[in-house]
């Protein structure tokens, strides 16, 4: 039985044609990968299908489409999580009441409106919702404590358990997860990748059986092979906007060992063309070919056109100095008695389980969390609060978050080459003056570096989210900084922007200019030159522990 067919179909916004001529079948008993790329099409093809994207489904002439999942389907994906915060932050009201702060949605309304999607928006929401913890997907997805929580407010994590429960409550006949594993800890792909099996098997048992349960289908979207459920029986793969492998996942097994073999053979020469592009644009010692010396005057004579500033500060050894640090909120506190030093070229990995306050840590460092000032933290030698700007610290500081990304998201149009010129004005987005040759010369060397070249002028908006990501990891690197800040860098890329990536940051941090700080949930992103650990336990007294390799 067919529930999905494409026959001759063109994928489409209302702006332009993403993929021609695609054919496609799901059949009742296959449980389907889509995978490909970042850029692929994979994106395109996957938000199509969820219906409400702008992005759809066109037959050609002779052609043809049904699904019977219409109207019933509910998506989880890094670029839906990122759409739901910018909805949040764009719908907050906390300018226009006195004294208050607008704390959002809930996850507990958020997940009741799939509950109760005949409810509209504004009508109060039954008594029941205050039982919702009973849901056996909340339980499964552990969010039982945090559902009084704002969304906006709530870690990468949680909020990925929450998109979930809500697809899982929803009751929608077909559940679109990608990139599921993403930004979960250890324990929670554990458990989503038993409850993924247990659905996978139920829908290949149903073809056989005339098990009428209503339990959803599940297409999964994922690129990291070495991940995939073992119930995955079929496999469709795009690559470059076109499909490239459609059928049973024997075959796509084969092909990607063909593939593998042939790869390894231009992995070292890639590796080395990589390291010298990157050697041009920064030398070891930071700014020191001639056209990075002269940028780096640039930069220093903005800097010193401030008029807080008279001369630029000796460097000091220690970068960062936390003593005594507590954040929490209501009653939940998230770090207790922490006292922690980030010494110039020591590099650090900070691990925790979702929500344990690893995001919150690197914030009181980049100026995002306001308990900075009820604490007692030096950061480049000066006290929070006591007359140097954020902006003088930020001057020092490259950063990668999923704050910074939803940011750039919500500016949408900026070209590509701008969002790398703003690495070197610490803005999100460009303003002021008009950027310099050399700042444009300089941000397109490293466009080409990341596998951009000739992609300048495309908009940050129309890209995959994982592109989106490797724009920012280029961004922060561009002036060299002294601290590098990294909170899961490498959030939705492909196997090959990641090991770029991972190579492009083991390069930076054997440079000796740049001291980085690093979150990952995933072990064998952990690079060699990360010899101490941050590891933070909450419910735990104390709440964390320093490891030294
Ligand atoms: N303004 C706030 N009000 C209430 N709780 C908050 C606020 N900001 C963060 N939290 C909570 O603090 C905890 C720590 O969040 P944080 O983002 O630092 O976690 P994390 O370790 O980075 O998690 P993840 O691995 O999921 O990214 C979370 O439970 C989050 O919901």
Not at 376 to 389: A, C, H, L, V
Request: one cysteine or more; proline letters at 4%; aromatic letters at 8%.
């Amino acid at each position: 039985m067919s529930l999905i067919k494409i026959e001759n179909c063109r994928i489409e916004n209302s702006r332009s044609i993403l993929i021609q001529n695609m054919s496609w079948e799901m059949k009742a008993g296959e449980v389907w990968l889509v995978t490909g790329p970042n850029g692929s099409g994979k994106a395109d093809f996957l938000n199509a299908l969820s219906g409400n994207t702008g992005i759809k489904i066109t037959p050609n002439t002779d052609g043809l489409f049904s699904d019977i999942f219409y109207d019933s389907t509910e998506t989880v994906s890094l670029e839906r999580a990122a759409r739901l915060i910018q909805e949040e932050r764009e719908n907050d009201e906390s300018d226009y009441l006195e004294g208050g702060v607008d704390h959002g949605r809930t996850g507990r309304v958020f997940i009741a409106q799939a509950l109760y999607p005949e409810l509209k928006k504004g009508m109060p929401m039954p008594d029941s919702i205050n039982l919702i913890e009973n849901e056996p997907a909340i339980k499964l997805c552990g969010i039982e404590k945090i559902l009084d929580r704002g969304l906006k407010y709530m870690s990468t994590g949680e909020i990925r358990r929450t998109l979930l429960a809500r697809a899982l409550v929803s009751g929608k006949q077909l559940l679109l997860l990608s990139d599921p594993f993403a930004g979960l800890d250890v324990q929670s792909r554990t458990i989503l990748l038993e409850f993924f099996d247990s659905i996978a098997k139920r829908q290949l048992n149903k073809a056989a059986s005339s098990d009428s349960n209503n339990f959803p289908h599940i297409i999964l979207g994922m690129e990291r092979w070495h991940e995939i459920p073992d119930a995955i029986t079929h496999v469709l793969e795009f690559r470059e906007k076109k499909v490239s492998y459609c059928g049973e996942r024997a075959g796509f097994e084969a092909l990607l060992k063909k593939r593998q073999a042939e790869a390894a053979a231009g992995e070292e020469k890639t590796k080395n063309d990589f390291k010298e592009g990157f050697k041009k644009l920064t030398q070891a010692g930071g700014f020191d070919t001639p056209a990075s010396q002269a940028l780096n005057h640039q930069v220093e004579s903005r800097w010193l056109s401030r008029p807080e500033a008279v001369s630029k500060p000796p460097l000091e050894d220690i970068l960062v100095e936390m003593n005594d640090v507590n954040v929490g909120w209501d009653d939940h506190q998230v770090l207790r008695h922490l006292t922690w030093k980030l010494v110039r070229g020591e590099h650090w990995l900070v691990r925790g389980p979702n929500g344990s306050g690893k995001t919150t840590f690197l914030e009181l460092i980049t100026g995002d969390n306001m308990q900075v000032f009820s604490n007692d933290i030096k950061i480049f030698g000066n006290r929070r609060g006591s007359g140097e700007t954020i902006w003088d610290i930020k001057k020092r500081l490259g950063i990668v978050s999923y704050r910074m990304h939803v940011e750039y998201r919500m500016l949408g149009g900026t070209s590509l080459l701008a969002v790398i010129i703003s690495g070197f004005r610490d803005s999100i987005g460009l303003y002021g003056d008009s950027p310099s040759d050399l700042e444009i010369a300089t941000a397109k060397k490293w466009l080409a570096l990341g596998g951009f070249e000739g992609r300048e002028s495309e908009s940050f908006g129309s890209l995959s989210y994982g592109e989106q990501r490797a724009i920012l990891i280029l961004r922060s690197a561009v002036k060299t900084p002294e601290i590098l800040i990294l909170d899961e860098p490498c959030h939705g890329l492909d196997e090959q922007y990641r090991a770029k990536i991972l190579h492009l940051m083991e390069l930076i941090g054997n440079g000796g200019t740049t001291t980085m700080l690093h979150v990952t949930h995933d072990p064998s992103e952990v690079l060699p030159c990360e010899k101490h650990i941050l590891e933070l336990h909450p419910d735990e007294d104390p709440m964390y522990q320093i490891i030294e390799l």
